[in-house]
């Protein structure tokens, strides 16, 4: 070889620092995988005589493009690294949210007819959300309605922890890019593999819906509420384990009975806590697993705290006495802490200090290893643990102070990935309620400033509801195009938390 | 008595210097120069040969053997050594020194076939805490989840006058415990109320973690609590005593000067303040009011910087000060300028294998484990006939029963309890007795 072209050789080289091809191609193999869910809503389209083609026909495209990329990644020289890793969960939760979107955009249903409203319903129901375009959701065809709850169940445990539990070999590093999808700083493992580990979260995942399926079908055939009719129960079901917050009426859960409310607001607040802890719990029947666990604890007494603040609140200003004081409360409470985002009345027009409390802990978010959004529990206990060392260290500059989780030490760079997510996380809050507020200035949609901040707030953390007219019981439909573009990118971000997206925006990642 | 030692460093040569009259000693070392000294000064059988090697265990004539001593400053080597010697002499006592805490709780649990392990580590914590004037709580077991310990303490001359020179029955004991057993010289009794605890007993004691370190106070000696003591040096020896000490109740402050090993030690002591400095520093010292200490330990690893970092603790106010001797030399410098109490590892580790070896029954009665006394773990079964009888209605027939553990919590059992069934018990009993007390139960 001459010089010249070995320097050719090296000069052409490095370029780009990551495997694209193969990275585009794993992303191609998993929409491919994912778009044979498409099957589910066909199935109930032929049974309800409503049409089944827009979900065949979506299943055909994402299948399609799923293949081609993955034809692509065929070229790849090597395996996915955890470089790769990032850009893979990043895309892949971008195409499976245009992925949802598509059979809106192919039915003729006209709520969801523009793209940017399919895409927002999308992305919505993949991140388990449940902020909603649609005003009236009655309206809705049975197996679009369908495919709005299944789509938040299925993006409730994860795409890629899905991947990995029933896909055969993939070409994937592992860990990493489980990390980077399982909401929380640090990934528990239940098993030696982790594809056993994604295996078992998904099966009891699975199981505690089928627990609450049968627990409402049984509610609804009984007669306990004659509202609730097997369809309501299912598709509330696959909305309430994944924390999702997409009802099948437009009331949301007000139209329910008690009783049904009731075991959903229990279901809520158990699938708020990490399903590591859960599936020992349940699996292995370590009773006092949930005790232990230092955030599970701070999760009860944060929500008991709050549901008494609300209750207390709602005593005092008359607006409901006793088992229905307790009730709404907790209901309430429950649905925004743990970003959920279902309602059992519009509670807006509470006292101040209840939606305060409420939107506080909507912050706050439930335990991480659960499908909830937000912050998580356990990066405000580290976080509150940091700034206690930062000031006894203050006084006794020496002193050497590991921070502890449930009596482990905790690594230093996870300490400072949580600070460095903290930061990020309120700067994009910041960042999407400024971007709302201006766009909302020039198209003319009456959004104020505490109604852009709820918005933002309740998007990257996929809670749902806002304020105003995009509260529990309206809709974002009056937001321009713009603003739901950003509200979409905003629950993308939040549910891979931040972190995998961001670093893709910087040069560094692209570059060897 | 035949016995032989693998090791002929500081430890081993400390042990022959004890035992050579009375026994026939054999050593093995890899260093000519340690065994020549040895050979010319006593009358004992010296093998250049490695102790990790079957033929030298052989050439020993280990088979013939009573007490086998493995005291090498390695573990491996010891570990090798004894399991070798098991092999050659499956009845004889095995005694191994090891420096790994991991070693010596494998060994409680019964997973080390051998007789007998010291750490030096240990050894020399146990000293510091002696000094410091805890009682030495030389052995703690701990059951159901941490909520019954049985510990086994030396009573010192002192004691607190609530416990000893009364009969039990009239003595303020700590709520939720027992006295398990008495060893008095080399004797051991399962004590009732009628028996007295005297000055120089050992005695097992099975309470709650809260009684435990009651009784710890009571047999402190005069002066009240020693609550704040720092410790210099985070090595192996110094996180022992900082643990030693903390166990206790004392608080500790320890001092390492590199931030891996203060980490590190942090980690596994989390009741110890760690800081990371070099402890020669002055401004640190006074900053940290290190002045104000009612002891330091000085346990670096160099003997000179232990030297100048106690006197420089002197200097700022500290009133009583022990140093760890890692050269025989060091005892006298450090005397010297004024250095309170001095503690030798090698030395005390010498010293606790040469007194099992003059009698190892009492040893291993005191240990629990060896072969006269065991505690059990049972859970009582429905048709056992003491189920539903007072404890005060139970014949007793050489076990004792120190504490039940009912729905996950711990109980200690007044004499009108009901025993019932399903109730996890905790007893301690001679072994010839196991088989009777897991029947009846």
């Given amino acids: ?512 | 008595m035949k016995i032989i030692v693998v090791g002929a460093g500081q430890v081993g040569s400390t042990i022959v210097e004890a035992l050579h009259g009375e026994h026939d000693l054999t050593v093995i070392d890899t260093v000519r120069e340690r065994l020549e000294p040895l050979a010319y000064r006593y009358d004992i059988v010296t093998i250049e040969a490695n102790g990790a090697s079957r033929r030298a265990i052989q050439q020993a004539g280990t088979s013939a053997a009573d007490l086998f001593i493995a005291c090498t400053s390695r573990d491996e080597v010891n570990l090798v050594a004894c399991s070798f010697a098991r092999a050659e002499a499956p009845r004889a006592t095995i005694v191994i020194r090891t420096s790994n805490v991991e070693y010596i709780d494998l060994w409680r649990e019964g997973r080390l076939d051998v007789d007998f392990a010291v750490s030096s580590e240990l050894e020399t914590a146990r000293a510091v805490a002696r000094s410091i004037g805890m009682p030495s709580a030389r052995q703690t077991d701990v059951f159901a989840d941490g909520q019954v310990e049985i510990v086994e303490f030396e009573i010192p001359v002192g004691a607190d006058r609530a416990v000893v020179g009364h009969p039990l029955r009239e003595a303020r004991i700590p709520e939720d415990s027992r006295v398990l057993a008495r060893i008095r010289g080399s004797s051991l009794t399962l004590p009732g109320g009628a028996d007295t605890l005297a000055e120089g007993d050992r005695i097992v004691v099975i309470g709650s973690p809260s009684a435990a370190r009651t009784w710890g106070a009571l047999l402190a000696p005069g002066q009240g609590r020693v609550e704040d003591v720092v410790v210099f040096g985070g090595g192996q020896v110094g996180a022992a005593i900082a643990r030693t000490l903390s166990e206790q109740g004392i608080g500790v402050r320890l001092i390492e000067p590199r931030l891996e090993r203060a980490r590190e030690v942090a980690e596994q002591l989390p009741e110890c303040r760690v800081y990371n400095a070099t402890g020669i520093d002055a401004d640190f010292i006074e900053r940290e009011r290190i002045g104000r200490a009612q002891a330091a330990v000085f346990a670096i690893r160099e003997d000179a910087m232990n030297h100048y970092a106690a006197t420089l603790a002197r200097v700022h106010g500290v009133q009583f000060t022990i140093a760890v001797v890692h050269d025989t030399i060091s005892t006298d410098v450090y005397e010297l300028s004024g250095v309170d109490v001095t503690v030798n590892p090698r030395g005390v580790t010498a010293e606790e294998i040469v007194r099992f070896a003059h009698d190892p029954r009492t040893q291993q009665v005191a240990m629990l484990e060896g072969n006269r006394y065991e505690v059990l773990d049972i859970t009582t079964k429905p048709t056992s006939e003491y189920v539903g009888l007072r404890f005060r209605e139970m014949p007793i027939r050489g076990a004792l029963i120190g504490a039940i553990v009912r729905d996950g919590k711990a109980l200690f059992p007044r004499s009108d309890e009901v025993l019932q069934a399903g109730d996890r018990v905790i007893v301690f009993t001679e072994r010839s007795r196991v088989p009777d007390v897991e029947k009846v139960l």
């Fill in chain 1, 1 to 512: 070889m001459s010089p010249e072209r070995a320097a050719a050789r090296i000069g052409g080289r490095a370029r780009v620092g990551i495997d694209l091809a193969g990275a585009l191609g794993l992303t191609g193999t998993l929409l491919a995988y994912l778009s044979l869910s498409a099957l589910i809503p066909t199935v109930v389209a032929v049974g309800y005589g409503e049409p089944f083609w827009p979900f065949l026909a979506a299943g055909a495209i994402a299948g399609g493009i799923g293949l081609g990329l993955a034809r692509l990644g065929r070229r790849s020289p090597g395996t996915i690294g955890f470089r790769e890793g990032y850009l893979v969960v990043s895309l892949t939760w971008l195409l499976a949210a245009m992925y949802a979107g598509l059979p809106y955009l192919l039915s003729d249903e006209r709520q969801l007819s523009q793209p940017i409203d399919a895409f927002f319903e999308g992305m919505s129901g993949f991140t388990t959300t449940g902020a909603t375009v649609v005003t009236d959701v009655d309206a809705l065809d049975r197996s679009i309605l369908l495919w709005r709850q299944l789509s938040q169940w299925l993006g409730g445990m994860g795409i890629i922890v899905l991947a990995l539990a029933v896909l055969p070999r993939l070409r994937i590093g592992g860990r990493q890019m489980f990390e980077s999808e399982l909401p929380g700083p640090e990934v528990n493992q239940l098993a030696e593999r982790i594809r056993d580990t994604a295996r078992r979260l998904w099966l009891l995942y699975i199981g505690l819906t089928l627990v609450l399926i049968a627990a409402l079908l049984v509610v609804g055939v009984v007669g306990l509420d004659d509202r609730l009719n097997p369809f309501d129960a299912i598709g509330t079901a696959l909305s309430t384990m994944p924390l999702g917050g997409f009802a099948t009426d437009n009331r949301s859960l007000e139209p329910f009975a008690p009783v049904t409310q009731w075991i959903v607001a229990a279901f809520m607040a158990l699938a708020g806590v990490n399903f590591a802890v859960l599936y020992r719990t349940f699996v292995r029947r370590d009773t006092t697993a949930i005790r232990r666990d230092e955030e599970a604890r701070l999760y009860g007494v944060l929500l008991l705290l709050g549901s008494i603040l609300v209750f207390a609140e709602l005593v005092h200003a008359d607006l409901f006495s006793g088992g229905e004081a307790v009730r709404q409360a907790f209901f309430q409470t429950t649905s925004l802490m743990t970003g959920t985002g279902f309602a059992i009345t519009d509670y807006v027009s509470w006292p101040t200090l209840s939606v305060m409390a409420m939107i506080g802990l909507m912050f706050v978010g439930a335990s991480a290893g659960s499908p909830t959004g937000s912050v998580k529990i356990v990066r405000h206990l580290l976080v509150a643990r940091i700034l206690r060392r930062e000031l006894r260290q203050t006084i006794h500059p020496e002193l050497v102070m590991p921070i502890r989780l449930n009596g482990q030490a905790v690594e230093e760079r996870t300490l400072r990935a949580v600070l460095a997510f903290v930061v990020l996380y309120i700067g994009t809050f910041i960042v999407g309620a400024a971007l709302l507020a201006v766009d909302a200035r020039f198209s003319n949609v009456n959004l104020g400033i505490t109604e852009s901040i709820a918005a933002s707030a309740g998007t990257l953390g996929n809670v749902g509801p806002g304020l105003g007219f995009a509260g529990p019981m309206g809709s974002y439909e009056p937001f321009s195009d713009f603003s739901k573009l950003v509200m979409a990118l905003l629950m993308w971000i939040g549910r891979l938390e931040v972190l995998p997206v961001v670093v893709l925006l910087t040069r560094g990642y692209w570059r060897v």
